[in-house]
Structure formats: structure tokens, C-alpha cells
């Protein structure tokens, strides 16, 4: 591969990691072509992209972020993929986790960046699997909003729709 070659394709590393805001590095020594295949179809059915990349090359794309990765660099050895997840950052966590479930501690984790939040090592996977995704969260905050509202229409359904009936049934809600 010639320097050129090699410029390209950190720019276009590059380009990828500042256009996704999630993106994790494994380390998925040990797994044959049909099992890296078979996490590849699993990651592109969850909508994550995992591309297999030199680490000299993750280093240098890395280098060209507005963002301190220096502590991601040291994970850099050996056998390194790069998943890339735009939408939900517990994406990549998930399929890891799932895959897991047919090969015992493969692939790793050794790193990951989630909204410029790194999480360097495997002790961080269960926490990261567990992420809700911002719209889980706009979910959530949606319905706690809702909730007291739903609370006051139920009660002046179950109280016949008046003032008496309402406030009977707020009174047995409290007991």
C-alpha cells in the first residue's frame, strides 16, 4: 500500500469518526472469517458499521479529531475493528453483548466514544449496553410529563365527570 493509498483512507477514517458520535474499538483476535462475518452481519442488521482497520491507521485518522483521544491510543494493539454507530450509542454494546452469546468473550472491547465520553476497557460494557438512546429518553421524559395529566383525566372519568365525583375518587386513591 503505497503512502498515498494510506493518506486516503485515514481521511476517510477520519471523516467517519467525526461524522458518528459513537464509535467503540474491538479487539476480535481469535475469531475465524466465518465468525467475523457472521459479528458483521449482526452489527449491519442492528445498523452499526464494523470495519476492520490497521491501528497505525485508527491513530493517525484519531489525530485528526478536535477531540483528546491520547487515551484511546494505548488500546491500540493487536487485531482492532471499528464500529461506528450513528443513532444510539448502546448499539455496538448490544450487539457485542448478543454475540457474546455464541462466542464466550469474543470480540472485546477496548475502547469506546460516546458523545466525546471515552470508556477505555471491558469493565465497561455492561454499563454502556445499558445506555438508554436519546430518544428512550425523550420517551421517558414524554411520558413522566403525561403522567399526572392521565392521573386527572382518569380520576374525572372514574368520578362521573363532576367536581363531587372527582374529588371522592382523589380520596380513595389516597387511601
Known amino acids: 500500500m503505497t503512502r498515498e493509498e494510506k493518506g486516503q483512507i485515514i481521511d476517510a477514517l477520519a471523516e467517519k469518526f467525526s461524522q458518528n458520535n459513537h464509535f467503540y474499538i474491538t479487539d476480535a483476535s481469535g475469531l475465524t472469517v466465518a465468525q467475523v462475518n457472521a459479528f ?27 477531540a483528546d483521544y491520547k ?42 466514544s460516546i458523545e466525546s465520553a471515552l470508556f477505555i476497557g471491558e469493565q465497561h460494557l455492561t454499563t454502556l449496553s445499558e445506555l ?10 414524554i411520558s413522566l410529563l403525561q403522567s399526572p395529566a392521565k392521573n386527572v383525566l382518569s380520576a374525572l372519568l372514574s368520578g362521573k365527570q363532576t367536581v363531587a365525583g372527582l374529588v371522592k375518587a382523589l380520596e380513595e386513591r389516597k387511601n
Do not use: H, W
Open 132 to 141: 438508554k438512546s436519546k430518544n428512550e429518553l425523550i420517551g421517558d421524559v
Open 71 to 112: 487515551d484511546i491510543f494505548g488500546t491500540l494493539k493487536g487485531f482492532s475493528g471499528v464500529m461506528f454507530s450513528k443513532e444510539a450509542g448502546n448499539a455496538p454494546a448490544k450487539v457485542i453483548k448478543e454475540y457474546r452469546k455464541k462466542q464466550e468473550g469474543k470480540p472485546g472491547l477496548k475502547a469506546a
Open 40 to 66: 458483521r452481519k449482526l452489527c449491519f442488521n442492528a445498523g452499526v458499521e464494523y470495519v476492520v482497520y490497521k491501528n497505525t491507521l485508527i491513530r493517525k485518522a484519531l489525530e485528526k479529531q478536535n
